[in-house]
């Protein structure tokens, strides 16, 4: 079956210092890859997202993922994190173009100290 | 760009009540779909409308349903709540053909007490 895992629950990184949050999935074809954030009581806003082609992708608010098919990872980079990117961050995969649901991971906190 | 509004954004029933959530899709966005979030939890897929039929659905029962209609709303339907149908509902619409890569609504919290 299709599944997102996200292994960091929560993570706290320095204002400034680079930021990396790990997701794996589990499919069996080509993935359909998300990122979204959610801030406390929002809704989702997409980042970026992956369906072929370069396998660095960029997204919005200076964040990047790097898809590597062989490790089934899809890791969210941001070189320098500021303290407004404190929030809950959901990797996801969609089973196909139409976008036939997405699977959520149980999303990463991020807390950031000053 | 209009968004997705969903309403109303905090909702208060009683275990064994019906209950409606409203979403407004971003006008030509001919796909909705609906999520659950509990506490602490990722979004977990309900069901899928694409011109007004449903044409995916997670594992929900089927008190669990849902409309969409033509000027882009759509609405979720909850039979006989249950204590653990608390959570934050979410909406989300895409525009078929252009890749998935929903537009998410804040959604409706839902407690059932």
């Known amino acids: 079956a299709q599944s997102v895992t996200q292994p960091d629950i929560h993570i706290t990184v320095s204002e400034g210092a680079s930021l990396e949050l790990r997701c794996n999935y589990s499919?069996?074809?080509?993935?359909?890859l998300f990122w979204y954030v959610q801030s406390p009581g929002q809704g989702l806003q997409l980042l970026l997202k992956?369906?072929?082609?370069?396998?660095l992708v960029q997204g919005i608010k200076g964040f990047e993922a790097e898809f590597k098919r062989s490790q089934s990872s899809f890791n969210l980079r941001k070189p320098s994190v500021h303290w407004s990117d404190a929030a809950e961050y959901f990797c996801?995969?969609?089973?196909?173009?139409?976008?036939?649901?997405?699977?959520f991971g149980k999303g990463t906190t991020l807390s950031v100290s000053s | 760009e209009t968004g997705v509004t969903q309403s109303p954004t905090h909702l208060i029933k009683t275990r064994g009540q019906q209950v409606t959530l409203r979403c407004s899709s971003q006008?030509?966005?001919?796909?909705v779909s609906w999520y659950q979030q509990a506490l602490g939890q990722g979004p977990q897929f309900i069901f899928q409308?694409?011109?007004?039929?449903?044409?995916g659905r997670g594992n929900f029962p089927p008190r669990f349903s849902g409309l969409q209609f033509p000027n882009y709303s759509s609405e979720l339907n909850v039979n006989a709540l249950e204590l653990d149908d608390s959570a934050l509902y979410l909406c989300?619409?895409?525009?078929?053909?252009?890749?998935?890569?929903?537009?998410f609504g804040s959604g409706t919290r839902l407690t059932v007490v």
């Open positions: 499919y069996g074809a080509t993935p359909y």
């Open positions: 989300a619409s895409s525009l078929a053909g252009q890749g998935p890569g929903y537009t």
């Open positions: 409308y694409y011109r007004e039929e449903e044409n």
């Open positions: 996801a995969v969609g089973l196909n173009q139409a976008g036939t649901a997405l699977i």
């Open positions: 006008s030509g966005h001919n796909t």
């Open positions: 992956y369906f072929s082609g370069d396998t």
